[in-house]
């Protein structure tokens, strides 16, 4: 990857989404194999809340750094949540199973109809574009489903590296990969993860989409982006630490 300006970017809440998440792919599962289970999304989502690698950023998981691995993993985990919830073993497992090719098609992701012209905005003012995700290991088929592989140079995925963000290892990761620029911005919808993560290791970040009032950096859509990270570049010129 060549350029000395790169920006980061995270991707699910920032450049795209699979409607629903977790919880509402786990529900089309039960609505389509049990028909009248009379579970609702809330229900799903609060035992969906533990066991993912992203729930332990600091813990690192490079013995999951394979597909295989890794979703040998969560569906572990999803089976575990589906029996708290109240499913029968069999139909916890079996469900569980399910869920990794629903989540992962492409075609049930959507781009963010700010996110490729602020991409290309951002391309023609000289910088160069990366994702830095917690994803899942599909993560390169679902950008390339969307089209978002014809604008990013690299990616750099914790279910790839065993790396979550905000852990620095992630960042350091991403710096590498992208031939360690002399100017970087983190652009991501998540002021722990994505914001308090990128000033750890030195670099700047802006917050979108996800309106925090502790952050130094925000901007309410990708829109917006283009003129903000102009303006501040010019004030607070975003030079990693090496």
Known sequence: MT???VLLWDFDGTLGQRPGRWSGTVLEVLDAEYPGHGYQRAQIAAVLSSGFP?????????HLADSRAWWHHLTGVLSEALL???LSPSHAQSAARLVPVRYTDPARWEVFADTVPALAELTRQGWRH??????????????QGLGLDLHVDAVVNSAVTGYEKPHPEAFRLALAATGHP?????IGDNPAADVAGAHA??????LVRTPNPGVPHYA???ATLPALIAATE???PSRPEH
């Open 3 to 5: 350029g000395n300006q």
């Open 201 to 206: 290791v030195g670099l700047n970040a802006i």
């Open 130 to 143: 990366a994702v830095l995700s917690n994803h899942v290991p599909e993560l390169p088929r679902i950008l």
């Open 234 to 236: 010019t004030e607070e």
């Open 182 to 186: 002399d100017r970087v911005w983190m």
């Open 220 to 222: 309410p859509d990708l």
């Open 54 to 62: 992203w729930h332990t950023p600091d813990t690192a998981h490079p």
């Open 84 to 86: 708290r919830l109240g």
